[in-house]
Each structure stands twice: as C-alpha cells, then as structure tokens.
C-alpha cells in the first residue's frame, strides 16, 4: 500500500496546517478575502487528496478539481455535494491548463462553501488513509 519513505504524510500534515489557517480565516474577514480563502481552500483540497492518492499509490492526470474528481473515483465515489462545489471552484479558478487559463473572482457568499469542501475532503481522505494517521 505505502512506504514509510514516501510523501503522503507530509502532504496530509500540509493540508492539516491549510485547513487550520482556514478555519482562522473566519475570524479576520478584512484580511482574508474571498479570493485568498478560495486559494487557502485550494491548497487545503490539493493537500488532501494528493495524500491519500500517494497512500493509495495513483495519481491524478493533473491538479484540477477535476483530475480530483475523476481520480478519486477510482478509490471511493466523493459525495455530489462535493463534486458540485469543486466544479465551482473549477469555473472561477483554471490555472492549472496551459490553454484554459481563467479567473474569477468569487464572493463572498462562496466562503462557507470553500470551507465545508475542504472539510469534505478532509474527511475523504481521513477515510481512505484511516489507521495510518498519526494519533
């Protein structure tokens, strides 16, 4: 399944730091603005699922919502809320393509919504790596 060697927990241990700071974004709104929190958030989600893909040993085709979508598919089915929150995300930050690149800017009625993402996804992964997490 893994090696003691490999990166998945320094990934999970990455995305658990993503996930407290934005947690704390709530608490200082005039700083962290939509934009940065959907960007934390990001971060948050890549961070969680790239650990438990390297746990499983697979990766995605590439680090957009979608690869996570599509790649997580093939370890356990995400739940259509999520999936619909991360194709949001998808339409109004595509950075990721060489040919597609496209912003904009989200609001911040989308905050909760970026954090329950990230909380889904902790939760996913949490799931999938299960015993091996640290206590």
């Not at 598919?73 to 496209?102: G, H, R, T, W």
């Amino acid at each position: 399944m893994f090696s003691e060697d490999s990166d998945w927990k320094t990934f999970y241990n990455e995305a658990k730091g993503y996930h407290k700071t934005l947690n704390g974004c709530l608490k200082r709104p005039k700083v962290f603005i939509p934009v940065i929190v959907s960007n934390i958030a990001a971060m948050c989600i890549e961070k969680y699922f790239m650990a438990a893909f390297m746990y499983r040993g697979i990766l995605p085709a590439n680090h957009t919502m979608a690869d996570f979508i599509e790649t997580a598919a093939e370890v356990k089915e995400l739940a259509p809320e999520l999936v619909e929150i991360m194709k949001y995300m998808d339409s109004i930050q595509m950075i990721c393509s060489f040919f597609n690149v496209k912003t904009v800017e989200p609001e911040e009625k989308d905050i909760p919504r970026f954090i329950k993402a990230a909380d889904m996804v902790a939760e996913y992964a949490d799931g999938i790596i299960g015993s091996a997490l640290p206590v």
